[in-house]
């Protein structure tokens, strides 16, 4: 079990409140929408930090910070705490280091409530692990229904309170059977229309017909 990048936003939240309200100044539900959000990078510090103490033979943290190094000016003054199970940072593409792993944590920075969704997931899945997700909390993407199912990942609503202990039994007690259909559900997922409509030619159809839009619309 793997994860990687730790947590920038949690230092800097109140600062980025301040800078975003005036951007919301007219919309005060943005306002409580954005605060709303549940902090992805506080998650898997969260979870890195008691996985290495309850298994640490069995979980490994990627990339800068995790080993005490710091991009962050109020480091300078507390300098990080090293996880004890980090390997650094390193010249790898996620997808070789996520191939090791049988399972690989991919939340995203925020969790949010409109369905916000990034590379995370779909490079877990694509190097054939199994990715450890919390999805939106609006559900509209992935139904909770509160016990394995059909999904692509192994859902973390279904640990209640981010119990790092429950989320290690949950972990040992799927057999192998129940495994498979997870990698199976995450071929089939990448062949969704879900899916499909993520990828980088996706995107490119929808900048283009977004600015031939703005063209046309400025032209009149």
Known sequence: ?????????????????????????????????????????RLRRHFSKRLAKLIP????????????SSFA??????????????????????ISIIRGFKYFFATENLIGDDGYLTEKL????????VP?????TDSRVFPFTGAHANLPFIDLRM?????VSQLVSLLRNIKPDTYQKY??????????????????CAYAKSMSKLLSDLIVSSGQ
């Open 183 to 200: 990698l199976q559900a995450g071929k089939e997922f990448l062949s969704s229309q879900l899916a499909v409509s993520h990828t980088p």
């Open 122 to 129: 779909f490079n877990v899945i694509r190097a054939g692990s």
């Open 159 to 163: 640990v209640k309170n981010n119990s």
């Open 57 to 68: 033979d069995d979980f490994r943290v990627f990339g800068g910070q995790w080993d005490g």
């Open 73 to 94: 000016p109020h480091h300078r003054v507390l300098k990080p705490k090293a996880n004890p199970c980090s390997k650094g940072p390193t010249s790898c593409n996620s």
């Open 1 to 41: 079990m793997s994860t990687n990048k730790p947590s920038r936003l949690t230092a800097t939240i109140s600062r980025r409140v301040r800078s975003h309200w005036s951007a919301y100044r007219y919309d005060s539900a943005g306002v409580f929408r954005w605060l709303r959000q549940e902090d992805g990078l």
């Open 132 to 136: 450890i997700y919390k999805p939106a």
